[in-house]
Nanobody
């Protein structure tokens, strides 16, 4: 039974930092592509960052240079370090896992098999 549980969200002032965690169970994070998505009110869920099974990372242009995705195989978890937070970063953040396969797009939500429940990030 695959489960993803996010934590670390909260309220922060513009320019501040937060670190989101995604604890995984029922599978090994290093065997999957794991991504962070976010959804703001009234907007589509969008890809923020992802790390594939080889450890390669990719980011949305809007967060490049401010956010860092990382994986800890020892505790089977994925992290998203968010620095320089801005008002448009306000959203519910989700982690998701995708089985590696040909044609997978890191930012296409339909390609992900498992999702967490989300954690709210509010920047003011």
């Amino acid at each position: 039974h695959v489960q993803l549980v996010e934590s670390g969200g909260g309220s922060v002032q513009a320019g501040g930092s937060l670190r989101l965690s995604c604890a995984a169970s029922g599978y090994t994070v290093s065997s999957y592509c794991v991504g962070w998505f976010r959804q703001a009110p009234g907007k589509e869920r969008e890809g923020v960052a992802a790390i594939d099974s080889d450890g390669r990372t990719t980011y949305a242009n809007s967060v490049k240079g401010r956010f860092t995705i990382a994986r800890d195989d020892g505790v089977n978890a994925i992290y998203l370090q968010m620095n320089g937070l801005q008002l448009p970063d306000t959203a519910v953040y989700y982690c998701a896992a995708a089985t590696p396969r040909a044609g997978l797009r890191w930012d296409r939500r339909e390609d992900y098999d498992y999702w967490g429940q989300g954690t709210q990030v509010t920047v003011s």
